[in-house]
């Protein structure tokens, strides 16, 4: 992995710190041009990863990637899925069922002619290859060397216990897209010990790590005793807590762990992406 | 160690299993639900014996608490059925569809000496209880108006129908957003007593309303708006708002951040003259276990403190969950008139 990878939720109105400002980005980049635009930039700066969300625009760039081969070439996406508001908005209102009916491909309920819903039910497995092959859709033809699942469904199926479904996560990605499995979470330490008692050791984790402790669940302590001592590879992220550091501070803080493989930050001007890449390869590079 | 059951594993009861499972006081003993597609799971890959039977599931594993996120036209059979039987019992929002029904379980709740919760989890944001204190605390002196507020992407366009689809099993937009927005102005600002003006508009959804709005009078006197919209998708997700102003000043506040203008500088609390914002990162409160934002795991864990102490908090009762209930009814009759 590289070191420095560009984010994407400026892109899509989150902000952890002011529903004002997610509402000021959601109007910039009202256009799949703008976004390509910061794209364009970050890559200008030397950045050649985009680990982005599978929101239904995120469709809209692959297109522009696949149309332009040649500008491309070595930009890779790993993909985070799925867009969980996209499907909890959609359990909100149409129940579970319903959900999968609006959201996997084709007719999911012929498909499975013997049975229909009975056959998904009996094979909760088969129902998670389906969604990640309708999230990995958008992407065919792109570099997507790493496919993380988001923090909503890690956490969840770490907190449900069940641990085995991240076994058959990470056989499945690895088979069929031939990648290495990520997971994103708010709980690493909770989430690590599980994975290795499935049997996945040093996994690529991606989690929240930021000098002042913010989503950092069970502290700021267990953290960095985690980073210190366990085995695994560190992506940092939310390490400006939300906006509540200074780039410089933040950065200092992670380079006291050598561990951290990657920092994943996303911004919307060149001076701010440019100031940040550079200070991460000059701490961390 | 608290034996723990739940009843519905929708959203909101997959979330609770979520959080309660890992909890070091708790051991998630039972889960229910008719809806097998999950149960599946749960049996091929976890421990935790599953029911398609909520009375099966009590009386066999006999629970200290339980957690009830089945929908609404269920809540007053599920939560008796435990409160009869001594068990701490948190019931999702919105807590009942009659109040009669609420002031039944409020009562039974009271003579059973059970710990008692709903999940109004907008009082375990930081934000939120932040402005509360400031109010209590008088900064804005006497207030003169407020408007709350919740938008959302639930229903944007016309089409299928589930049990929110119907007026009769505690669906729309009512229920589901304004309840919050309710509940919220009621802990933090104060009492509605009367409703005016009520209009529950129908913008996509064919039997519920989909937008909610409302002139509130408190018990102080103190008027405001309520405006809920869970088909607006400017938004991403559900967005709650409150802003309250007073003759010193004025307060803007969400899950986010809060923003606070000061007519003069107010020295106890260390508030400039002018605007100060606070942000959720220095007020969040600090979770073991974190799923979809820390107000889920803090109130889950206030419920098992609460259990473990065998005391009744003051935050988010049963009896105070009627009142928004009570509020709700009288938004409808007015949006009658």
Same mark, same amino acid.
């Given at each position: 992995?590289?070191?420095?990878?560009?984010?994407?939720?400026?892109?899509?109105?989150?902000?952890?710190?002011?529903?004002?400002?997610?509402?000021?980005?959601?109007?910039?980049?009202?256009?799949?041009?703008?976004?390509?635009?910061?794209?364009?930039?970050?890559?200008?700066?030397?950045?050649?990863?985009?680990?982005?969300?599978?929101?239904?625009?995120?469709?809209?760039?692959?297109?522009?990637?696949?149309?332009?081969?040649?500008?491309?070439?070595?930009?890779?996406?790993?993909?985070?899925m799925p867009y969980a508001?996209k499907y909890a908005?959609a359990v909100t209102?149409l129940g579970i069922i319903g959900t999968v009916k609006q959201y996997v491909?084709?007719?999911i309920f012929?498909t499975f002619?013997k049975g229909g819903v009975a056959y998904l039910n009996k094979d909760f497995i088969k129902l998670m290859e389906i969604f990640v092959d309708a999230e990995m859709?958008?992407?065919?033809?792109?570099?997507?060397?790493?496919i993380f699942i988001q923090n909503v469904v890690v956490d969840l199926i770490l907190g449900l216990g069940l641990n085995e479904v991240f076994k058959k996560y990470d056989a499945y990605i690895?088979k069929k897209?031939?990648?290495?499995p990520?997971y994103i979470t708010m709980n690493?330490?909770a989430l690590?010990d599980a994975l290795?008692s499935v049997g996945i050791?040093?996994p690529?984790?991606?989690?929240?790590?930021?000098?002042?402790?913010?989503?950092?669940?069970?502290?700021?302590?267990?953290?960095?005793?985690?980073?210190?001592?366990?085995?695994?590879?560190?992506?940092?992220?939310?390490?400006?807590?939300?906006?509540?550091?200074?780039?410089?501070?933040?950065?200092?803080?992670?380079?006291?762990?050598?561990?951290?493989?990657?920092?994943?930050?996303?911004?919307?001007?060149?001076?701010?992406?440019?100031?940040?890449?550079?200070?991460?390869?000059?701490?961390?590079? | 160690?608290?034996?723990a059951g739940i009843i519905g594993l929708g959203k909101m009861g997959l979330s609770h299993a979520a959080i309660l499972n890992p909890h070091?006081?708790v051991e998630l003993v039972g889960v229910c639900d008719t809806s097998s597609i999950v149960l599946e799971a749960f049996k091929k890959f976890s421990t935790i014996r599953v029911y398609d039977d909520y009375?099966k599931m009590?009386?066999t594993e006999?629970p200290?608490?339980l957690i009830v996120a089945s929908p609404?036209?269920?809540?007053?059979?599920?939560?008796?059925?435990?409160?009869?039987?001594?068990?701490?019992?948190?019931?999702e929002?919105?807590?009942?569809?009659?109040?009669?029904?609420?002031?039944?379980?409020?009562?039974?709740?009271?003579?059973?000496?059970?710990?008692?919760?709903?999940?109004?989890?907008?009082?375990?944001?930081?934000?939120?209880?932040?402005?509360?204190?400031?109010?209590?605390?008088?900064?804005?002196?006497?207030?003169?108006?407020?408007?709350?507020?919740?938008?959302?992407?639930?229903?944007?366009?016309?089409?299928?129908?589930t049990?929110?689809?119907?007026?009769?099993?505690?669906?729309?937009?009512?229920?589901?957003?304004?309840?919050?927005?309710?509940?919220?102005?009621?802990?933090?600002?104060?009492?509605?007593?009367?409703?005016?003006?009520?209009?529950?508009?129908?913008?996509?959804?064919?039997?519920?309303?989909?937008?909610?709005?409302?002139?509130?009078?408190?018990?102080?006197?103190?008027?405001?708006?309520?405006?809920?919209?869970?088909?607006?998708?400017?938004?991403?997700?559900?967005?709650?708002?409150?802003?309250?102003?007073?003759? &010193? /000043?004025?307060? =803007?506040?969400?899950? #986010?951040? !809060?923003? +606070?203008?000061?007519?003069?500088?107010?020295?106890? *609390?260390?508030?400039? &003259? /002018?605007?100060? =914002?606070?942000?959720? #990162?220095? !007020?969040? +409160?600090?979770?073991?276990f974190?799923l979809r934002? *820390?107000?889920y795991?803090?109130?889950i864990?206030?419920?098992?403190?609460?259990? !473990?102490?065998?005391?009744?908090?003051?935050?988010?009762?049963?009896?105070?969950?009627?009142?928004?209930?009570?509020?709700?009814?009288?938004?409808?009759?007015?949006?009658?008139?």
């Open positions: 992995m590289e070191k420095v990878l560009f984010g994407d939720n400026q892109f899509f109105a989150v902000n952890h710190l002011s529903d004002e400002k997610s509402r000021e980005q959601a109007i910039r980049f009202k256009d799949d041009a703008s976004i390509i635009r910061v794209l364009d930039q970050a890559i200008e700066t030397g950045i050649n990863t985009f680990m982005c969300t599978t929101h239904d625009r995120i469709g809209n760039i692959c297109n522009h990637l696949r149309a332009n081969p040649d500008k491309y070439r070595n930009f890779k996406i790993y993909p985070c508001h908005n209102e491909p084709g007719n012929s002619t859709k958008m992407f065919k033809g792109i570099d997507t060397p790493v690895r897209y031939n990648a290495e990520g690493l330490p690590l290795n050791h040093n690529i984790i991606a989690s929240s790590i930021n000098k002042i402790g913010f989503r950092m669940s069970g502290g700021k302590e267990v953290y960095e005793r985690y980073l210190n001592e366990k085995t695994f590879r560190p992506i940092a992220m939310q390490v400006l807590a939300a906006g509540a550091l200074r780039p410089k501070e933040a950065i200092e803080y992670l380079a006291g762990f050598p561990k951290i493989e990657s920092v994943l930050f996303g911004a919307s001007s060149k001076a701010h992406i440019q100031e940040t890449r550079d200070l991460i390869m000059e701490y961390m590079g | 160690m608290l034996h070091p006081d009375k009590i009386d006999k200290d608490l609404t036209k269920y809540h007053y059979e599920m939560v008796s059925y435990a409160l009869d039987r001594g068990i701490h019992t948190f019931c929002k919105p807590f009942s569809l009659t109040t009669r029904e609420g002031r039944d379980l409020v009562n039974k709740a009271a003579d059973k000496g059970v710990v008692n919760q709903v999940g109004f989890h907008n009082h375990f944001i930081g934000t939120f209880r932040e402005l509360k204190r400031l109010l209590k605390a008088g900064i804005l002196g006497e207030l003169v108006h407020f408007t709350g507020e919740a938008y959302g992407p639930v229903v944007v366009r016309e089409k299928g129908e049990w929110r689809s119907d007026p009769k099993e505690g669906g729309g937009c009512l229920f589901d957003y304004a309840s919050h927005v309710i509940n919220l102005i009621q802990e933090i600002i104060g009492l509605p007593v009367t409703a005016s003006g009520s209009q529950l508009k129908k913008i996509y959804s064919k039997k519920v309303e989909d937008a909610v709005y409302s002139i509130l009078t408190l018990d102080s006197g103190v008027t405001g708006v309520l405006s809920a919209n869970w088909s607006d998708e400017t938004y991403r997700k559900m967005s709650t708002s409150l802003m309250v102003m007073g003759k &010193k /000043g004025k307060i =803007i506040c969400d899950a #986010t951040e !809060l923003k +606070i203008y000061l007519k003069e500088a107010n020295e106890r *609390e260390n508030l400039e &003259k /002018g605007w100060t =914002i606070k942000y959720i #990162t220095d !007020l969040a +409160i600090p979770v073991n974190y934002g *820390e107000e795991s803090a109130q864990d206030h419920f098992i403190q609460c259990v !473990l102490k065998n005391k009744q908090s003051e935050i988010n009762s049963f009896a105070q969950a009627l009142k928004t209930d009570e509020t709700i009814d009288l938004i409808i009759e007015d949006s009658k008139r």
